[in-house]
């Protein structure tokens, strides 16, 4: 019998084990060979930590899950507690808890250490890509950026803006008056976020008149983790607004830094897009952070009567019509300022920066190129309580 048309387009499957085992194997053989990789010959494989964390993220991406419950900060506490100040906690990433290498990092070598990827992660909405102040991974051009702001945060600049500071402080008396029981966070935060809003945009919240969280506040606790379009958006609204201003209300806000003095327009090299992911980021930092730090220094002032007394006596020592240049001067509220932002450090980011080409010894460890180091502040802080 002849052969038929169908006998020959008929599949020979023995001749397609072999592309199926390919297909199969590769990637276990892949995964296998990476595993052996990261356990034995990476860089990093020396330093210790959990074994699933050397082999692959999902222990990582596992716990910045849970972390929502507090549990990513215990656990990194209890493994620098377990190994000592370097815990690998990921195939290219260690932990730090040691203060001189925090200080070598962010204060000596600043430069040298440039942001990890994970800030590209967290840049909010879509479009045009640009990175705020905060997520720029390029140091060159944070400083660009950081300089055209800088007067805007001169002393000079810091008692214009005492009169904003004052009509917002006002506003806070008379919210704290108006009931029997006062939830300071919550108040602080309606304080710091109204002030942020003035000191931006020339437009404030007013959550202390309201008594209500404005909804960019709601959108923003809702989106946390994903950092949503709708709060963004929100930024992008507040620019276009205030752009659309006459150049003199403009000026003395925080925001005038990006615009060109004489026509109010954005400088070369920003856009309202970039102007308003900076100013996304203003109210973020202003607010959230300031209003923790607020928060547990007022507490810790109720724990301890002695503090709090010899804070009211220096502040007494000033004259009625007081400035900022006179409360820069009292050593005893500078001393509890930064004893609150030490214990308490209100920014609990790994904040991760990236081991320059050459590498880096310190304090006996050697740290191989290209490794990002997590250095979380609450570890830094356990470690220096310890040993005191």
């Not at 660009?144 to 402080?169: G, I, K, V, W």
């Amino acid at each position: 019998m002849s052969p038929q048309l169908s006998d020959y387009l008929a599949p020979n499957w023995s001749s397609l084990l072999p592309v199926f085992a390919a297909v199969i194997l590769l990637p276990i053989l892949r995964a296998l060979w990476c595993a052996f990789y990261n356990l034995f010959l990476h860089p990093l494989a020396k330093f210790p930590g959990p074994l699933t964390a050397s082999l692959s993220e999902w222990w990582e991406i596992y716990h910045t899950i849970k972390s929502l419950k507090g549990d990513r900060f215990n656990v990194i506490q209890k493994l620098h507690e377990k190994h000592g100040p370097v815990v690998r906690i990921g195939p290219n990433q260690v932990s730090i808890s040691s203060p001189e290498t925090f200080h070598h990092v962010f204060v000596t070598k600043c430069s040298s250490f440039t942001k990890s990827d994970f800030y590209a992660t967290i840049q909010p909405g879509i479009g045009p890509k640009y990175a705020g102040l905060f997520n720029y991974t390029d140091h060159k051009r944070a400083m660009a950026e950081r300089r055209d702001l800088q007067p805007m945060f001169s002393p000079a600049s810091l008692r214009q803006y005492e009169a904003r500071y004052a009509n917002q402080l006002r506003e806070l008396v008379v919210a704290m008056k108006a009931t029997d029981e006062v939830d300071m966070f919550k108040l602080f935060k309606y304080l710091l976020l109204d002030t942020i809003g003035d000191l931006s945009f020339d437009r404030s919240f007013d959550q202390l008149k309201s008594g209500e969280d404005h909804q960019y506040v709601i959108d923003f606790n809702n989106a946390f983790m994903l950092i949503g379009l709708r709060v963004f958006s929100y930024s992008q609204a507040q620019v276009k607004q205030y752009l659309d201003q006459d150049a003199s209300k403009k000026r003395g806000t925080l925001m005038s830094g990006f615009l060109d003095p004489e026509t109010g327009l954005p400088k070369d090299g920003y856009s309202p897009w970039s102007i308003a992911i900076s100013g996304h980021g203003f109210i973020i930092a202003g607010s959230e952070a300031s209003s923790i730090t607020l928060t547990y220094m007022l507490w810790l002032l109720i724990k301890h009567p002695a503090m709090e007394k010899r804070l009211r006596d220096e502040l007494k020592t000033l004259p009625q019509k007081y400035s900022s240049v006179d409360l820069a001067k009292l050593p005893y509220l500078d001393a509890i300022v930064r004893e609150t932002l030490r214990v308490y450090s209100p920014a609990p980011s790994p904040m991760p920066r990236v081991v320059p080409q050459t590498g880096f010894t310190l304090e006996g460890v050697e740290y191989p190129p290209n490794v990002s180091c997590f250095l979380y502040k609450f570890a830094t802080d356990v470690c220096i309580r310890t040993v005191s």
